[in-house]
């Protein structure tokens, strides 16, 4: 098959085969590209879909965008089962097998010292979502049968933001504590920002969105430690992903 080169990771070498139906970006099954002793996972895809201009306007098109996200993911999943992946930058082309070899030589010292930090280390993401309500600043929907002062309405508008701010305090004191105690576990951790409820579709309010590096032979601890703090504080939900590729700490490497 003919066409431009997507690359999807750069690894040590390794035995263990992917397996056999997988396909990548554009349908095209991925191959191993050895060279200088690391090896670039990689596929062909058609020049009328990823040259520079086609590339571009595809990225705007969220259906394409969505289905090519989720092969170029499935690609890295499969070698997170079987080694220790650098993913690169969904997108990343090269015209052919050459121009990959250059892209290696010309970072192979970063390529090696990032691999080898790396190794059979896997990313775990962790977030918190206070599922506290906000205070309702609506006024009341029918007149109470009782009239309530003014004095009698301030104080009870009182009572429930201090009431409120007592159950973030709380929320923020165990998210942060969390954080604290899996990255003491952990071999590094990054703070991302937290996520838009709007774009995530997740309920309540995101305060912790996190990635802690682990090696792969601790993972099963790793996880029983966050499954211990579920349900620990009412109004509280966590949630653990992964094992992923060490996205979060490939550092500039990550960025072609």
């Not at 601790?218 to 029983?224: G, P, R």
Request: glycine share 8%; hydrophobic share 35%.
């Amino acid at each position: 098959m003919t066409g431009l080169r997507y690359v999807y990771a750069v690894c040590h070498p390794f035995g263990t085969p992917l397996q056999a139906q997988l396909a990548g970006v554009a349908g095209d099954p991925p191959r191993l590209l050895h060279h200088h002793g690391l090896v670039a996972v990689v596929s062909h895809v058609p020049e009328r879909d990823f040259a520079e201009e086609p590339l571009r306007r595809h990225l705007e098109d969220l259906d394409w965008l969505t289905g090519t996200v989720r092969a170029h993911q499935s690609v890295i999943d499969a070698l997170t089962v079987v080694t220790t992946p650098l993913p690169l930058r969904l997108g990343t082309v090269f015209r052919d097998d050459s121009g990959v070899r250059v892209m290696i030589e010309e970072r192979e010292e970063s390529f090696r010292r990032t691999l080898d930090r790396l190794h059979d280390r896997v990313e775990w993401g962790v977030k918190v979502y206070a599922e506290t309500a906000a205070p309702d600043r609506a006024e009341p929907a029918e007149t109470p049968a009782k009239p309530v002062s003014g004095r009698d309405y301030l104080r009870q508008r009182r009572q429930s933001v201090r009431s409120h701010e007592e159950m973030w305090q709380q929320a923020e004191a165990f998210a942060t504590q969390l954080h604290e105690t899996l990255s003491g576990y952990a071999e590094d951790a990054r703070l991302h920002a937290p996520q838009n409820p709007t774009l995530s579709g997740a309920s309540g309010q995101n305060i912790l969105n996190a990635a802690y590096l682990v090696p792969r032979g601790e993972s099963e601890e790793f996880v029983e430690m966050v499954d211990r703090t579920k349900g620990e504080l009412p109004g509280m939900r966590v949630e653990l992903t992964g094992p992923w590729a060490a996205y979060s700490f490939a550092g500039e490497e990550q960025q072609p």
